[in-house]
């Protein structure tokens, strides 16, 4: 089974993960899949880099999220696109309707304790 979740990097004191895919039976800090991003929450706000395109491209393939990760990527708003997305795919909502309802949310966006960054 594959997940995603995260993995620490940083040293004592300075915690920096990174966000991966991996088995879900591997070490935490072991062999990975895929690394999607980082996550600094040693800064204030916490900064976050992630590659959305590949984050999307895992949940579509069915990985599962951790806990940690999901409030990560609701608050990037990754997982607004991809439960969006599905519904595209499903038939149930047009693009136009997709793409005014992320707009309408990122403008509505109040979390300041993220610094978002999305990597190419």
Do not use: H
């Not at 992630?50 to 393939?61: H, M, R, S």
Request: charged share 30%.
């Amino acid at each position: 089974m594959v997940v995603i979740r995260l993995s620490r990097i940083g040293r004592k004191g300075f915690n920096i993960s990174s966000i991966v895919v991996t088995n879900k039976r591997s070490a935490r800090d072991g062999q990975y899949i895929a690394k999607l991003g980082t996550y600094n929450a040693s800064t204030n706000p916490s900064v976050v880099r992630i590659n959305e395109a590949l984050t999307l491209k895992w949940l579509d393939l069915g990985a599962e999220v951790s806990d940690t990760v999901r409030s990560i990527l609701s608050k990037a708003g990754i997982m607004l696109k991809w439960s969006l997305s599905r519904c595209v795919k499903k038939g149930t909502l047009d693009e136009a309707k997709m793409n005014t309802k992320i707009s309408e949310w990122e403008k509505n966006k109040k979390d300041k304790t993220f610094e978002i960054t999305y990597l190419d």
